[in-house]
């Protein structure tokens, strides 16, 4: 399985982004976004579960960030609206072939983008 993220980039406050993460190989029956500040913890932000196409976001971002499926392009997209300095970020992809409903711990996701930066200046 290999994830390939794209879409960040540098955007002021207020601003808007969309990540994209193409997948290749076996079906990944839960894909989603977390991200990571330089000295943290990995942490969760947003999952989709194909199984009934349920979905769960960290309540940091819940009403600013959207994630969609396309299961024909096996990707994953966020929308972020609405981004803050604090959104700053190296956001990462993560796959998994089980159904993960609600499961937000990074070492449940056993396949990883290489993650793409997000900067959002005040």
């Known amino acids: 399985v290999q994830l390939v993220e794209s879409g960040g980039g540098l955007v002021q406050a207020g601003g808007s982004l969309r990540l994209s993460c193409a997948a290749s190989?076996?079906?990944?029956?839960?894909m989603g976004w977390f991200r990571q500040t330089p000295g943290e913890e990995r942490e969760f932000v947003a999952i989709?579960?194909?199984?009934?196409?349920?979905?769960y976001y960290a309540d940091s971002v819940k009403g600013r960030f959207t994630i969609y499926r396309n299961d024909t392009e096996s990707t994953v997209s966020l929308q972020m609206t609405d981004l803050r300095p604090e959104d700053t970020a190296v956001y990462y992809c993560?796959?998994?072939?089980?159904?993960?409903?609600?499961?937000?711990?990074?070492?449940?996701?056993?396949?990883w983008g290489r993650g793409t930066q997000v900067t959002v200046s005040s």
């Open positions: 989709h579960v194909w199984s009934g196409g349920a979905t």
């Open positions: 190989g076996p079906k990944l029956y839960t």
């Open positions: 993560a796959g998994d072939l089980g159904s993960h409903f609600g499961v937000v711990v990074p070492a449940a996701y056993h396949y």
